[in-house]
């Protein structure tokens, strides 16, 4: 059973990081684009990074929301097939639940409607 969950999550002051990671089971994430999105009370979810399959040598492509980049890093362990979202210089206004996503894909443009498999969420408050 193909199952996508996010942990990681928490209460952080701002300017403190956090360490998100995303594992699957009945799927392997290396042959598949992963993403990462959030979404705040009120608003519409967003899209903030995705990373490409790790089929073939070249190095993964990367894509991040203009909101995040800078602070925050994708990364896979292809060997624990997670991907993680490291968070850095965290504000208040990055406090959402945040989702992983898989896409059917090697890679696919930063958008909800290209990923097919999400996770439950995790929560990330950023306050003092």
């Known amino acids: 059973q193909l199952q996508v969950v996010e942990s990681g999550g928490g209460l952080v002051q701002p300017g403190g990081s956090l360490t998100l990671s995303c594992a699957a089971s009945g799927l392997s994430l290396l042959s598949y684009a992963v993403g990462w999105f959030r979404q705040a009370p009120g608003k519409e979810r967003e899209g903030i990074s995705c990373?490409?399959?790790?089929?073939?040598?070249?190095?993964?492509?990367?894509d991040y929301a203009d909101s995040v980049k800078g602070r925050f890093t994708i990364s896979r362990d292809n060997a624990k097939n997670t991907v993680y979202l490291q968070m850095s210089s965290l504000k208040p206004e990055d406090t959402a639940k945040y989702y992983c996503?898989?896409?059917?894909?090697?890679?696919?443009?930063?958008?909800?409607?290209?990923?097919?498999?999400w996770g439950q969420g995790t929560q990330v408050t950023v306050s003092s």
């Open positions: 996503a898989v896409a059917p894909s090697p890679w696919v443009p930063l958008r909800e409607v290209n990923f097919d498999y």
């Open positions: 990373i490409s399959s790790s089929i073939g040598s070249s190095p993964a492509d990367i």
